[in-house]
């Protein structure tokens, strides 16, 4: 049968996939000042606090099926062009899960399964950076099984589709999911593939505020080039620093608020950039959730380290504010970064005289004992093997890794090669040592949830005190973490998520419950392998029929 029009498309791209796994950079667009990093000319740059913060849409599914008394929703994404309004003059295009940034919303109660069926719209390469948009999509947060889990080499082409299985059978948490093509996660997330991934339960429901008082923030920092497209500068693979900061893909923005407690679900979806964050007025935040869920009790805090992919829930009382006070969610930054003139602000909240509804529950209470965590319950006796690794950045070569092995290993060796292989069920303590000189590691481990039990020898900081799944490593720390690992066999990554890093190559895998030579029944690349998009076939074939019958009445 005759191809179409994108078939041939991706067959021309094709041959890009044969650089990714040399690890070739973008070279970088401009230098950088003190100052500002953007080319574009300062009468064209957003100013703090002159946009409204957006919120992004629900995603519904469109199919919802009971089979053998469970419950699955079946939802349905695409990756593909778009644009966005983030500069007053400009319009920025941008990579997004149905064209937007951030991607929809998707909440799902405890124990509904989701099939998430992800589109890859894209054209065969990157529009402006020029590598092959060849996707994959990792629900990071989520314990799926490794062929679901986004593994950086299961990669879905353009014109191609991959039905996602997730289980969520995890207590509430906020997760995202994001882009984790091998050697092009950063430019791809950059680009605007990330969205927010709610599990909810009836615990936190009757704990926490909801509706429009529960708000999910994604947090990003992003550079803009001279007429007003995003800039990509790594400055030779240490990191992406931009000198805007954006909030749901708002510069700056402003939200108002009434005088009760709002819950805020922060996500830090940028590439590089850590924060500090703290309020103008300096009065404490209260810590109730961390990337695992709720905290067994909530902590009262003045500011918190928020790594790249970290997600920290925080409840703020506006009901001791003046009508008309303005407070501010500031950065303090932390060592290392690259910082300008506004990066030391994030958003404004506005305190309005709205009345508020005292029936609900949650407008005045802050709650302190929470919900238990098993992961939190863990103890070091449980631990049947205590192991350490080194984060290394080479000096000759430009690359990072964990101890000495780097992803590229992990490929030579046909993805057997592992940093670790616990058993099934295993409870472990992992220690991880950043002594690669100047800069700091935000350290997702896959699969599981943790709990951190020091750090530099230290008690870990009170806002650490829940189940996470990113370790802040700053310059020469030393983190030791407990865990259990399970409930799936398979092999599942470890990376660093400075996402400059991860793509140049500070990312391993480990494998649990597996043999040497055991078959991998959840191959994490062939198991479950994307399939050709049939639904976009059919739209394309009836635009060419179109086409030519335009032609022919011509």
Not at 217 to 230: E, P, Q, R
Not at 378 to 405: C, E, G, P
Not at 520 to 526: A, E, F, K, R, V
Request: proline share 6%; hydrophobic share 35%.
């Amino acid at each position: 049968m005759d191809i179409s029009r994108r078939q041939a498309l991706v067959m021309g791209g094709l041959a890009g996939l044969g650089v990714i796994g040399a690890g070739l950079v973008t070279a970088p667009v401009s230098s950088v000042s003190a100052k500002s990093a953007s080319a574009l000319d300062e009468r064209h740059m957003p100013r703090p606090y002159q946009s409204t913060l957006t919120i992004p849409p629900r995603l519904s599914p469109y199919k919802r099926v009971i089979l053998n008394g469970e419950t699955t929703h079946f939802y349905s994404l695409s990756q593909q062009l778009g644009t966005a309004k983030i500069l007053p003059n400009h319009t920025t295009p941008i990579l997004g899960y149905n064209g937007i940034f951030p991607g929809p919303t998707i909440r799902v109660e405890r124990g509904v399964k989701a099939v998430l069926r992800m589109r890859n719209r894209l054209p065969a390469t990157h529009p402006e950076l020029g590598h092959t948009l060849a996707m994959s999509t990792h629900l990071h947060g989520s314990a799926s099984l490794p062929q679901f889990d986004g593994y950086a080499n299961d990669l879905c082409l353009p014109g191609f589709a991959k039905d996602y299985h997730f289980p969520n059978f995890q207590p509430a948490r906020s997760i995202w999911y994001h882009d984790h093509a091998v050697h092009f996660t950063a430019q791809n997330v950059y680009s605007g593939l990330a969205g927010h991934y709610h599990i909810t339960d009836p615990e936190e429901r009757e704990l926490l505020p909801q509706g429009i008082y529960d708000v999910p923030l994604t947090i990003s920092d992003a550079l803009f080039t001279a007429d007003g497209k995003l800039g990509y500068d790594s400055r030779s693979n240490s990191g992406l620093f931009g000198d805007v900061v954006l909030v749901n893909g708002q510069a700056w923005p402003v939200m108002k608020v009434q005088k009760r407690v709002y819950r805020f679900r922060i996500l830090n979806a940028s590439v590089s950039r850590g924060y500090r964050f703290h309020l103008s007025t300096g009065d404490p935040v209260t810590m109730v959730g961390t990337d695992g869920g709720l905290m067994p009790v909530a902590q009262t805090v003045a500011d918190w380290r928020h790594g790249g992919a970290e997600r920290y829930e925080v409840l703020i009382d506006f009901r001791h504010y003046a009508t008309g006070q303005r407070v501010e969610l500031r950065n303090l930054s932390n060592d290392n970064n690259r910082d300008y003139d506004h990066t030391d602000k994030i958003m404004a909240f506005d305190v309005v005289d709205t009345p508020v509804d005292t029936k609900d529950p949650t407008w005045n209470r802050i709650p302190t004992t929470l919900v238990p965590s098993e992961v939190m319950d863990l103890q070091t006796a449980a631990a049947v093997k205590t192991r350490h690794f080194r984060l290394k950045h080479h000096d000759v070569t430009n690359i990072w890794s964990i101890d000495d092995t780097t992803w590229e290993d992990v490929i030579a060796s046909n993805f057997r090669k592992v940093m670790a292989n616990p058993g099934l069920g295993d409870t472990e303590i992992w220690e991880f040592e950043n002594n690669s000189g100047g800069w700091n590691h935000p350290l997702h481990i896959h699969l599981v949830d943790f709990k951190i039990l020091s750090r530099n020898g230290r008690a870990p900081f009170a806002y650490e005190a829940g189940p996470k799944d990113v370790m802040y490593l700053g310059e020469g720390e030393t983190v030791r973490a407990l865990m259990k690992f399970g409930p799936h066999r398979g092999r599942y990554m470890v990376h660093c998520h400075n996402l400059v890093h991860e793509d140049h190559s500070m990312m391993a895998q480990y494998s649990v419950g597996l043999g040497t030579d055991e078959e991998d029944l959840n191959d994490p690349i062939h198991a479950a392998k994307p399939d050709w998009d049939e639904l976009e076939e059919a739209e394309e074939e009836a635009e060419e029929a179109a086409e030519e019958a335009a032609e022919a009445g011509a």
